[in-house]
């Protein structure tokens, strides 16, 4: 069964500094993989997704991720974080049996202080 | 451009009692549908998906039911409510097709005391 994990359920860092969200997934295959974040009491927003090509790749707002096959892992990045990127972030799969399903982490709820 | 709509916004329901939370898709035809549910702090669940007018697949399915009457309405529903059901609704659409992007509503809060 697909499963994906993000260990850090918070992660707090200072506005400024770099930041490594970890997801990891369980899929005998190469799945599509996204990255969401969801802003207090609203719904979700893409902020990127990897199907298949250069394994990292470039979202909204200064993130990106790499899908890093062998260690089954699609970590989020960004150089510079800003307090307004506090929000929970969300690794989610879709298998390539089935893209209508999406099996999402637990989230990381990301503080960036001033 | 497309927009999407989830009704009600927020509610509170007692235990035992009926549910009906709606979603609608405007401007894009033949839209994918999905449901998913979020407990409070937790992660997503999907729960439903659709591809097509009358046709409903479960993923998970927690006592609840999932109808598309029309093809951009798309109905969760149950007719028993348990505490569990408590959280966060969330409705989405995607083109048909591989490499579509997944558009959420601004989600349902339900409270069931």
């Known amino acids: 069964a697909q499963s994906v994990t993000q260990p850090d359920a918070r992660v707090t860092v200072s506005e400024g500094a770099s930041l490594q969200l970890r997801c990891k997934y369980s899929?005998?295959?190469?799945?599509?993989l996204f990255w969401y974040v969801q802003y207090p009491r609203q719904g979700l927003q893409l902020l990127l997704k990897?199907?298949?090509?250069?394994?990292v790749v470039q979202g909204v707002n200064g993130f990106e991720a790499e899908f890093i096959k062998s260690n089954s892992s699609f970590h989020l990045r960004k150089a510079s974080v800003h307090w307004s990127d506090s929000a929970v972030y969300f690794c989610?799969?879709?298998?390539?049996?089935?893209?209508?399903?999406?099996?999402f982490g637990s989230g990381t709820k990301l503080t960036v202080e001033p | 451009a497309q927009t999407i709509h989830q009704w009600p916004v927020a509610e509170i329901k007692a235990v035992g009692s009926p549910l009906s939370l709606g979603c609608t898709i405007k401007?894009?035809?033949?839209?994918?549908l999905y449901w998913y549910w979020q407990a409070t702090g937790g992660t997503l669940q999907q729960l439903f998906y659709?591809?097509?007018?009358?046709?409903v697949e479960s993923v998970v399915q927690l006592n609840l039911s999932a109808s598309r009457p029309k093809d951009d309405q798309f109905i969760l529903s149950t007719e028993k409510l348990l505490l569990s059901h408590s959280g966060f609704y969330l409705c989405a659409w995607s083109p048909e097709g591989l490499y579509s992007d997944y558009t959420f509503g601004s989600g349902t809060r339900l409270l069931v005391i």
């Open positions: 659709s591809i097509t007018v009358g046709q």
């Open positions: 989610a799969v879709s298998p390539m049996s089935n893209y209508n399903v999406l099996y």
């Open positions: 899929y005998s295959g190469t799945p599509y």
């Open positions: 990897y199907y298949s090509g250069d394994p």
């Open positions: 401007g894009k035809s033949s839209p994918n």
